[in-house]
């Protein structure tokens, strides 16, 4: 059929669509209908299994009490007692139940509540007629049985529900359970039907009956049922029960006709057929209409396609692109130069997520910010940057939150971005660290930064529109600003130091560079000018210099500038006949003082010292700090008389050695200390300063040698014994390498001279010298600083021998003594080392004497007293060795932890000839028993000086009388 048939005749296609869909109106009704009949019926079914299960629910939880019962029955294995007592609160928890029976063997002999006693007790439930079917079912199914609907002799209509109990043999468990007898519950049928709200049916528009098969006739029995029900087209529903089944039918009481039905839903399909005859004549006019309107937009599109093209060319020109966002804010579309812009082919798809890829990382948070604003419709703007090949692109992005079509534009802005960066970088690059002024060719100042002004003084508003003359100094002549302006206008470039004059008028270096700027035509046109104030950098080359050449401690000259000067003075001695000296000095014990007090006190002494050597020396004399506590002063142009000179540096030499001894006040605390000096003259016959310096020490050496707190001349024997010890030194390095020192053992006896212990005496065996004694060793080993590592040697080796001793019956008893220096005795780690041994060789502590010396006791004694303690309290104990030979102070003594005192040999040698020895002996041992402190006496080479000893009460000894010290004690 032609389309312009359906136009010329809209009436006649309205009239067949009105016939053909009243046919399919009717179509559907009938179906509608047969819908509405099966949705009854379901609706019906719903309902009777909803009453009946709530009918089943309450059964159930009545029944349930015969189970609590039977649980009572079967813990106190058939013989329960207080049966009303468990009988009334399971009552109280289940209304339902009117009366509970207990029935063993099936006789009824319990019943609770008290009024049912008087009906039921005694009958044999297993022979009743009336009762016999449902006890024997419930007994043969040993399961709970229900019997009723019945007549209750109190009354009423219930159900009895019958629980069959079986007990277990207490003796043999394999044995089968035996019937005990049945328990009874009376459920009032009334209360079960009423909570199970049949009625319920009858107002929602159904009749119901609720009937069951009675087992001992097989009839059809009913239970309950509403006046208007009737037998016929029933829903019915079975309600499973304990060993028997109950049925529920249900049937409509009203149906609505199907005449009224059916004239209803005729109406409708006759009103839609008509509605949609009418559509479709309306749709058949507006078809003619709308061929009209195609032509209309034929010609609009066309007029609009000529204004996409004009603003395409528009935004490639601007490098402005739009863009759009739907509704969910997820897909964006974009214009073709918005396209460009972010890297996409025209017409590509974007969306949100692939966009985020491309942005700057550090620029993600601000975008995040920005794309929120836009999915709540809020105006916004963003200048951010995003990544395309490589290449880094600025981007001004903009929305207008009030816009129907929900449109921003994106711009390309990295051109100005380089711009504005240009320019940033200048203005920072003007505004540096560096004074800058920019001047005409005149050299009027057109424009300063914040460092100028820092650096003159002269704010900008100061120096605007001045003269760089304003800067001038007056140091430098005419001559200098000529030659400045021939290089400028040669090179157009001057750079060099000058000195200029600050607005308060203070003179300063400044290191200047100044650039003329010309134009096209090769002009001046201006001068630019960068000044750095040097006045710090001069300072700190000045500084530099004179930590280069003095003590950064003392401030006095240094090694480098003493050696510098002693050659230059040897040089001047070449044209001079006078003489000259130096003097090496070096603190006696300042290694002491560092050990004890610490280096912060070591340093303070230094600088005292280094004050007080200043006021020895005369103008143009040097005096320099050599290393550590060593000190050198070299003076020149004494004499030209060698004994003259010698003389004049001898009473400078007596003088510093005196006021080096005058006590020094370091923070409070007084400390004592003096020094040895080497003195060596020089002349025009000598020629290198190393060697002076050479003799100088040697001669240094000679004097601490001998005690300290002196000087000495050099001597060319002197360089002899200088050299050898340098060599017995490296010995002694290579010996404890090599463990060429041993340990021989002096026995101490007591006064019935038994052996008691003995003294550790250490040993040089030389491969080339033999059996080296200790006063050859001892006091190098002290200066070196070897004196810690054999001190260390000596403990452990000590400790091995007591361990030795310890295993052995006769000797066990032995204590060993062992001597401490006070250098290693001062060492922080001096107590750990004493208990690492004691534990290595689990020796006795108390076995272990340590001997110390009087020279301990001159510093720091409170850290002296400390360590003694905490090494007393392990059981280590302590002598005080060549006692009165030193500087023992009383009012420390008796705050020692000692345990012996030991007379010096000194004193026990001529203790028979000498009467000063027998009185210091005799105090000695008198002071020791007063403070309670055993003695002993070393030295002891005779009968009669022990006899003389032991009558002045000192009952230990040790000497060559009781024999040498030997490699094993006998």
């Known amino acids: 059929m032609s389309p312009h ?18 046919l399919a109106s009717t179509a559907i009704i009938i179906k509608l209908e047969d819908s509405a009949n099966q949705k009854e019926h379901l609706l019906a079914y719903d309902l009777a299994r909803a009453q009946a299960n709530a009918l089943q629910n309450n059964m159930h939880k009545a029944i349930s009490a015969t189970y609590a019962l039977a649980g009572i029955v079967a813990d106190s294995n058939g013989r329960i007692r207080n049966f009303e007592r468990f009988a009334d609160k399971i009552l109280q928890y289940h209304p339902q139940i009117a009366a509970l029976y207990l029935a063993p063997q099936g006789i009824t002999t319990d019943v609770a509540p008290f009024e049912w006693r008087e009906h039921g007790l005694g009958i044999n439930l297993l022979t009743d007629p009336v009762r016999k079917t449902e006890a024997m079912l419930a007994r043969d199914s040993a399961q709970l049985t229900l019997a009723g609907p019945l007549p209750l002799t109190r009354g009423g209509t219930g159900i009895i529900a019958r629980l069959p109990v079986f007990l277990d043999d207490a003796i043999d468990a394999n044995k089968p359970a035996e019937f005990w007898g049945l328990i009874s519950a009376v459920i009032d049928l009334k209360t079960v039907l009423a909570d199970a709200e049949l009625s319920k049916l009858v107002a929602r528009g159904y009749d119901y009956e609720l009937w069951r098969i009675d087992p001992s006739t097989h009839t059809h029995q009913i239970i309950q049922k509403s006046p208007g029900f009737k037998p016929g087209n029933n829903i019915r529903h079975a309600i499973k029960l304990p060993n028997v089944e109950w049925t529920l039918d249900l049937t409509p009481r009203h149906s609505t006709p199907f005449s009224n039905t059916l004239l209803l839903y005729s109406s409708i399909g006759f009103l839609f057929s008509l509605m949609l005859a009418y559509l479709v004549q309306l749709l058949l006019e507006a078809s003619r209409q709308r061929k009209s309107l195609k032509n209309i937009i034929a010609e609009r599109t066309a007029e609009l396609s000529q204004r996409e093209t004009d603003l395409r060319r528009a935004q490639r020109i601007s490098k402005t692109g739009s863009w759009s966002i739907g509704e969910d804010t997820q ?17 590509s798809k974007l969306d949100c997520s692939s966009l985020l890829q491309r942005i700057h990382p550090d620029d993600m948070p601000a975008v995040k910010q920005f794309w929120a604003q836009v999915q709540a419709g809020a105006d916004a703007s963003i200048e951010h940057r995003i990544l ?36 940033r970088i200048a203005a920072i690059a003007f505004e540096g660290q560096e004074g800058m002024l920019i001047t005409d060719a005149h050299r009027a100042i057109l424009r300063v930064n914040q460092a100028f002004t820092r650096i003159t003084g002269y704010s900008r508003e100061e120096a605007l529109g001045k003269q760089t003359s304003l800067l001038k100094s007056g140091l430098h002549g005419a001559s200098y600003y000529e030659d400045m302006g021939k290089q400028l206008e040669a090179n157009a470039f001057w750079q060099g130091e000058i000195w ?25 046109v201006n001068y630019v000018a960068t000044m750095l104030d040097i006045t710090q950098r001069k300072a700190t080359e000045a500084k530099l210099e004179h930590l280069a050449y003095h003590d950064p401690l003392t401030g006095l000259a240094n090694r480098r500038l003493l050696i510098d000067r002693l050659q230059h003075s040897l040089q001047a001695k070449s044209r001079s006949n006078q003489y000259g000296a130096v003097l090496f000095l070096d603190l006696d014990d300042f290694k002491t003082i560092n050990d004890s007090s610490g280096h912060g006190k070591g340093d303070l002494l230094l600088q005292v010292v280094a004050k007080r050597l200043g006021h020895s020396i005369r103008k143009g004399d040097t005096l320099a700090r050599y290393g550590g506590d060593e000190f050198v002063l070299l003076l020149e142009e004494l004499s ?25 006040d370091l923070e409070h605390l007084e400390y004592h200390s003096s020094a040895s000096i080497g003195i060596t003259l020089f002349d025009k016959q000598n020629t290198s300063a190393e060697e002076l310096l050479k003799q100088v020490e040697v001669a240094m050496y000679e004097a601490k040698s001998s005690g300290g707190n002196s000087y000495r001349f050099f001597d060319k024997d002197m360089l002899d014994i200088v050299n050898t010890r340098a060599a017995l030194e490296a010995d002694m390095r290579q010996g404890l390498l090599q463990e060429q020192f041993v340990l021989y053992y002096q026995p101490q006896v007591n006064s019935s001279g038994q052996v008691t212990g003995a003294e550790a005496l250490v040993r040089w065996q030389h491969p080339q010298r033999g059996l080296v004694p200790p006063s050859d060793f001892i006091p190098l080993a002290e200066e070196s600083g070897l004196i810690l590592s054999l001190g260390a040697w000596i403990l452990k080796t000590a400790c091995a021998k007591l361990a030795e001793w310890q295993n052995s019956e006769d000797t066990k008893n032995r204590t060993l003594a062992v001597n401490v220096s006070a ?95 027998a009185v210091i002996t005799r105090t000695i041992i008198a002071l020791g028993q007063s403070l309670g402190l055993a003695v002993i006496a070393e030295g002891v080479e005779t009968a009669a000086q022990r006899d003389f000893l032991q009558q002045q009460g000192c009952l230990s000894y040790q000497g060559y009388l009781y024999g040498k010290p030997s490699a094993e004690l006998r």
């Open 331 to 347: 897909e964006w579309r974009y214009s073709e130069e918005a396209s460009r812009i972010l890297g996409y082919p025209s017409g």
């Open 823 to 917: 250098r290693q005795f001062r060492q922080n780690d001096f107590v750990t080392l004493v208990l690492d041994n004691i534990r290595h060789y689990q020796i006795d502590a108390s076995k272990l004497k340590l001997e110390l010396t009087e020279s301990l006791l001159v510093d720091n004694v409170e850290a002296t007293i400390d360590k003694m303690n905490q090494l007393k309290t392990r059981g280590v104990g302590f002598s005080l060795d060549d006692f009165g030979t030193g500087y023992s102070s009383l009012s420390y003594l008796k705050r020692l932890p000692l345990d012996q005192l030991k007379i010096d040999q000194s004193f026990v040698r001529d203790i028979l000839n000498n009467n000063n020895d």
């Open 388 to 423: 395309l090949e490589g290449e880094v692109r600025w981007l001004h992005s903009q929305y207008d939150g009030q816009s129907a079509r929900r449109m921003g534009t994106v711009q390309d802005i990295t051109e100005r971005k380089r711009a504005e960066e240009d320019l």
């Open 640 to 664: 030209d008389n060698i004994r003259e000179t010698a003389i004049e540096v001898q009473m400078i030499a007596t003088k510093i050695l005196a006021d080096l001894r005058a006590p020094y």
């Open 500 to 524: 200029n004059r600050r607005k308060n008028g203070e003179v300063y270096p400044e290191w200047l560079t100044i650039t003329a700027v010309k134009n096209a035509s090769g002009k001046v």
């Open 5 to 22: 048939l359906y136009l010329r005749k809209p009436l006649l296609f309205a009239s067949l669509t009105f016939v053909m869909a009243m």
